[in-house]
């Protein structure tokens, strides 16, 4: 048995995964202002906890995997940068061994996603798949030849901070243009928003009654009344989207791209006409070598899957 934990910011989530299933899934909170030794004693906790919960116990565990958000060196288990909670070269496997005494590995959040995604959910056909989680930012994961594709000291595999526009708008990571300036939630709400200002009679305002009551959601409700400012939005987004898209295509090309996050919930009104965006614009025709573009499948359970998968891996 090997334990999964997905870290975040909120909350830790740790599962079992058995036959396929996740099981024994449990959380515990986490707190920004607690020291890197105190979070990793709750995730101790936590494996306690899942393990107990199966009802087999920790003797019973080979191994525990986590994905955790930051620069994360996986060679160590360390995690290098994590921003939000102030963590700089923190050996989190190293603590975690210490005190379980099981071989722990780390990954990063994005990547234990992708690994989940492929090995379990909408990638299980593919062995090139991508996936690209659409939220705040924009996170990745690339599967090549069926392995996880991490960079040197698993640097790579931010294709967020591709410059899709020169001289665009100005991103955190100190360079203008990136992708997810323009293709994340936060974009789309943000361009949503500036139409909804342009047009007060706009269909967008029935389901957004105020600005900033504006979310994700509300463009893809506004098109299902034939709006054409929603239209204008749509294109906007899917072109941005899919301009960036088109690069990882050309430069990967995978046999599948997977789209996760909450928009990825809208389905076929977003995947039809991105595909449309596409497929006509590729180096490499659609025909000499198909590329699936589909949706996640495992949601938010995708970082513990994958996790698991990573410590197994590993082991
Ligand atoms: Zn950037």
Redesign the pocket.
């Known amino acids: 048995m090997i334990i999964g934990i997905d870290l975040g910011g909120m909350s830790a989530k740790g599962a079992i995964l058995s036959d396929g299933k996740l099981i024994g899934k449990s959380r515990v909170e986490t707190f920004a202002e607690h020291s890197p030794e105190e979070t990793a004693a709750s995730l101790a906790r936590l494996c306690v906890e899942v393990a107990e919960k199966t009802g087999r116990g920790l003797d019973a565990v080979q191994a525990i995997g986590i994905g955790s958000p930051g620069i994360v060196d996986s060679a160590t288990g360390t995690v290098a940068q994590w921003a939000n909670f102030n963590w700089r070269d923190v050996p989190l496997a190293e603590y975690l061994k210490r005190s379980l005494g099981k071989p722990v590995f780390v990954t990063n959040d994005a990547n234990a996603a992708a690994l989940g995604e492929a090995k379990y959910g909408a990638g299980v056909h593919y062995r090139d798949s991508v996936l690209i989680t659409i939220g705040t930012g924009i996170g990745s994961g690339i599967i090549l030849d069926g392995k996880l594709f991490e960079g040197y000291r698993s640097a790579g595999s931010e294709i967020?901070?591709m410059v899709i526009c020169r001289n665009g708008e100005p991103?955190?990571?100190?360079?203008r243009g990136?992708f997810?300036?323009y293709a994340s939630a936060r974009a789309l709400i943000a361009r949503t928003r500036s139409e909804m200002e342009a047009d007060p009679d706009s269909a967008l305002w029935e389901f957004a009654p105020s600005l900033d009551k504006a979310d994700g959601r509300t463009v893809f409700s506004a098109l299902k009344k034939g709006d054409k400012g929603a239209k204008r939005v749509l294109e906007d987004y899917i072109s941005a989207l899919g301009e960036g898209l088109l690069n990882v295509a050309n430069i990967f090309r995978p046999q599948a791209i997977i789209l996760g996050g909450g928009i990825s919930a809208e389905g076929e009104t977003l995947l039809a006409p991105l595909r449309e965006y596409i497929y006509p614009r590729l180096y490499v025709s659609e025909v000499y070598a198909p590329m699936a573009i589909i949706c996640a499948k495992l949601g938010n359970d995708a970082g513990l899957y994958g996790a698991v998968e990573y410590a197994f891996e590993r082991l």
């Open positions: 967020g901070h991103c955190a990571c100190g360079r990136c997810e300036r």
